[in-house]
């Protein structure tokens, strides 16, 4: 009602009918915001410390520029151990175990959602079982399988387990169901067979939920870590998160500097994808409820 | 006509063919991967194994020693103190978050807090745990010299049993807060507008709104993070390793810390699966227990 009379009032009566800024408001705004000053500024004071001067960066009060802006806190990393490698190591495990999530468990969710087999509803229930089973907990007897097939050591060990996930296969099943059959029926009717029609007309009607899938598959395998810390012994082929603790270990936990230079090496190449894909990132992880 | 039936009958069985193909390699993966460690941790609990010497079957020695493990109570207990707390912590902090960023505000700034409040949940548990360890430093850390503005002494963090486990809870709650918030916004923005509307036309305050509306219709939400964090929470691993190694003692040593300990520090493969199978029982109480529980206070629109 109060709205319908100010649209007829002038310009200026309706500014003067605003109201002022609340004290609701300020709090909100003050909370907020120093909630984001905590999440923001240990990320910028290990930024400042990777680039900073190694005897100056730990010192107090904490600095939040360095002092004398040099790489050579890099260069110490490199030196000490094979970084290249993790970072590479990570990338390759993630994009590799990324397209294999999304082969597998797109075939698997697509004869669930359309195609009828006899035990198709036991075998979907008891893939789903799985859920309830944490990973940790078989780790001992994963563990000795890796070793038995002689996978020790390798990033086949990494890879092969991850290449099942019978959240993704649930993940894409449901969303097959909702796509509407006329498009496969009129396939069918011109003879196209089943691939065909996975790999023609549901795969590229699919583009949002694969997407979620490999947002969260490459989130969690680039951030895996009990996996790779038991699996993996050389060093020239660990991943980033192990590569780190290794990095400290060598360090003592006294070198802010070097260790801030590969902690920065490791975060923002994920802060850049994050900025730009936020959207989708965001959606992704919060619908689907991933626990990284 | 027994012709066409025949092409039918034809085209169904290679059908089901194609189906059992295409559920192939997630079965092969899922038979060897998990239903396989899953049955073989009941027999190797039942064995002592180095990995060195050949398996000995000892029967149920391990679960004996089980019992008589002191540390596992302790061990337990920590667990389950750092899971109810930074549950308790991460629900109530992420859902007071979410009431502010529901308020009126621009969309930029709601989006800039939003994101800076998610990202530390996309980063790895390994670099913020680093990060952490030397926000912590109890001489040269940052967190105290701001506490000390607040006339806080010097904290211990990492070397007190006392503060230890805190300090586990705080950058547990720091990295994970931002989905809660989020997850706790996508539910309040899903609840209709009208019904707000309806009890403020009946002169409803605020709280009421927030108390008889909000809450209510919030509670599958709930659900849904406390089945999730429970199972996560109990599982938490990076942060005690790393900050603390489970210490000092035991004061933050949690279960799968103590699993892995077991397992790849002293290589007794039988206890470490015996221990794993006590986790995995729990686990699948707590959860039948949370679906039971829900059925009394789950709301939905």
Redesign the interface.
């Known amino acids: 009602m109060t709205t319908q009379a100010t649209t007829q009032l002038p310009a200026v009566a309706v500014k003067s009918h605003r109201k002022p800024i609340s004290w609701g408001s300020i709090f909100t705004f003050i909370i907020l915001g120093f909630g984001a000053v905590l999440m923001i500024a240990p990320f910028l004071w290990i930024i400042q410390a990777a680039f900073g001067d190694t005897t100056e960066v730990f010192k107090l009060p904490p600095r939040w520029l360095p002092a004398n802006p040099s790489l050579e806190n890099f260069e110490d990393v490199f030196n000490q151990v094979p970084y290249h490698l993790f970072l590479f190591n990570s990338l390759k495990l993630a994009i590799i175990v990324t397209i294999g999530q999304l082969i597998t468990c797109s075939l698997a969710a697509y004869a669930f959602a359309r195609l009828e087999f006899p035990g198709r509803n036991v075998l979907f229930v008891l893939l789903l079982s799985a859920l309830m089973i944490p990973g940790q907990v078989t780790i001992v007897p994963l563990f000795i399988l890796v070793r038995q097939l002689g996978l020790y050591n390798t990033h086949a060990a990494l890879i092969l387990p991850a290449l099942v996930n019978p959240f993704g296969v649930f993940l894409l099943r449901q969303y097959f169901v909702t796509l509407p059959t006329e498009l496969e029926d009129a396939a069918r009717v011109d003879g196209a067979n089943v691939f065909t029609i996975y790999w023609r007309i549901i795969l590229p009607l699919s583009g949002p939920v694969l997407t979620t899938l490999a947002i969260l598959t490459f989130v969690g395998m680039w951030n895996s870590y009990f996996f790779p810390l038991i699996m993996i012994n050389s060093p020239e082929l660990q991943v980033i998160t192990v590569g780190l603790t290794l990095l400290r270990g060598q360090y003592g936990v006294g070198a802010l500097g070097p260790i801030a230079a590969a902690l920065t090496m490791a975060i923002v190449p994920v802060l850049l994808v994050f900025v730009f894909l936020q959207k989708y990132i965001i959606k992704s992880i919060v619908s689907t409820g991933l626990k990284t | 006509m027994s012709e066409k039936i025949m092409t039918y009958q034809g085209m ?1 069985r ?3 063919f ?3 193909a ?2 192939l ?3 092969i ?2 038979l ?7 049955l ?2 009941f ?2 609990s039942l064995f002592d194994w180095n ?1 060195l010497t050949p398996p000995k079957f000892i029967g149920l020695d391990n679960y004996q020693q089980l019992f008589a493990d002191r540390r596992i109570g302790t061990v337990y207990g920590t667990t389950f103190k750092l899971a109810f707390t930074i549950i308790t912590c991460n629900m109530s902090l992420g859902l007071g ?1 979410a009431v ?2 529901d ?3 621009s969309s930029v700034l709601r989006n ?16 913020i745990a ?6 912590y ?1 109890r001489d ?1 850390g ?1 967190l105290n ?1 701001y506490l000390g503005f607040l006339g806080v002494e010097r904290i211990p963090w990492l070397n007190s049993s006392t503060y230890s486990p805190w300090a586990v809870v705080i950058a547990d709650v ?1 990295k994970n807060v ?2 809660y918030v ?2 706790f916004l ?1 539910g309040m923005q899903a609840i209709s507008r009208e019904l707000y509307e309806a009890a403020e036309v009946d002169g409803a305050t605020a709280w009421q709104q927030f108390r008889r509306i909000t809450l209510p219709l919030l509670s599958p939400t709930m659900l ?2 406390t089945v ?2 429970v ?2 929470a109990l ?1 938490i ?2 942060q005690p390793q ?1 900050l603390t190694n489970g210490g000092p003692g035991d004061a933050t040593r949690t279960i ?1 810390l103590y ?2 300990e077991h ?2 520090r002293f290589f007794d ?1 039988g206890y ?2 015996t221990i ?2 006590t ?2 029982v729990i ?2 109480i707590l ?1 039948a227990i949370q679906f039971r529980l829900s059925r009394r206070w789950v709301f939905y629109q």
């Open positions: 169904k290679r059908e089901m194609t189906a059992y295409f559920i390699p997630t079965f993966g899922f060897i991967f998990i239903v396989g460690p899953m073989a941790s027999v190797v990995l978050l502010l960023l308020r009126k505000m800039f807090f939003k994101v800076s409040y998610f990202f530390p949940y996309v980063v790895s548990g390994v670099a680093i990060i952490w360890t030397f926000l430093n040269l940052p010299y720091w931002g989905f989020l997850v996508g849904f993070l999730t964090s199972i996560g599982q691993f990076e790393i799968v699993i892995y397992g790849f493969m470490a699966s794993a199978i986790l995995f686990i699948l959860t």
